[in-house]
């Protein structure tokens, strides 16, 4: 039940094209969703982040949506450049019980942009 | 402001021997978390503290795994005997107070050979 399942694996755009990534969960006590992105050879870093009170939130070229009711959650990168290519990890989070705070992450997914 | 630190950035031992890792938190962070990756495992938790008390060490691995936190500015997590399925990237992240983002540290490649 704590899990988080990130589809696909990898994904190979072109420049200027759209990065959709997705990912879903079980645990309905989780109620903060957010994206890392991950260069070689780096620490992952906080990307974007929404709660489930929202259904969208946006951030320059990077928007997750979020369907509660579905329990799934994306990221869209709209205009992709080549330096997006990276490891994109969606987590997950609640503040109830043992597991305060605690971040679950998905398997991650290599995003390729092509020039 | 500095980030999160982590030392050494690569550790190369040998199968049997002492790893120690080492990382300093960001300034008025109370809350640790050590992670490990792995392409096969993805990134797991391995413990997390909170005001230098150790919360939840149910990550980790099995009992030549240690952690400790003597201070609110310094963590450690020690592998010993290290073997060659211990070789992955080990990630110190923090956090400060009820919020919930969590900031990572740059990593320790261990490879054990």
């Known amino acids: 039940q704590q899990q988080v399942k990130q589809s696909p694996q990898s994904l190979i755009v072109q420049k200027g094209g759209i990065s959709i990534i997705n990912c879903a969960y079980e645990n309905t006590a989780f109620d903060y969703f957010p994206w890392y992105q991950q260069f070689p050879g780096k620490g992952p870093a906080l990307l974007i982040a929404?709660?489930?009170?929202?259904s969208e939130k946006k951030e320059g070229r990077f928007t997750i949506s979020f369907n509660k009711s579905a329990k799934q959650f994306s990221l869209h990168i709209m205009d992709s450049q080549p330096g997006d290519s990276a490891t994109y990890f969606c987590?997950?989070?609640?503040?109830?019980?043992?597991?305060?705070?605690?971040?679950?992450f998905g398997q991650g997914t290599i995003l390729t942009v092509h020039p | 402001d500095a980030g999160v630190i982590q030392s050494p950035r690569h550790e190369v031992t040998e199968m049997g021997q002492e790893v120690t890792l080492r990382c300093k938190p960001i300034s008025g962070h109370d809350y640790l978390f050590w992670y490990r990756q792995t392409m096969m495992r993805g990134l797991e938790l391995l413990i997390y503290?909170?005001?230098?008390?150790?919360?939840?060490d149910s990550g980790m691995p099995e009992d030549r795994f240690s952690a400790k936190m003597p201070n609110a500015s310094f963590s450690t997590l020690k592998i010993q005997p290290s073997e060659p399925r211990d070789s992955a990237v080990y990630f110190c992240?923090?956090?400060?107070?009820?919020?919930?983002?969590?900031?990572f540290g740059p990593g320790t490649r261990l490879t054990v050979t």
């Open positions: 503290f909170n005001n230098n008390v150790p919360i939840d």
């Open positions: 992240a923090s956090r400060k107070g009820a919020a919930y983002e969590q900031y």
């Open positions: 987590a997950a989070s609640s503040k109830g019980g043992t597991s305060y705070g605690k971040l679950t």
């Open positions: 929404i709660r489930p009170d929202v």
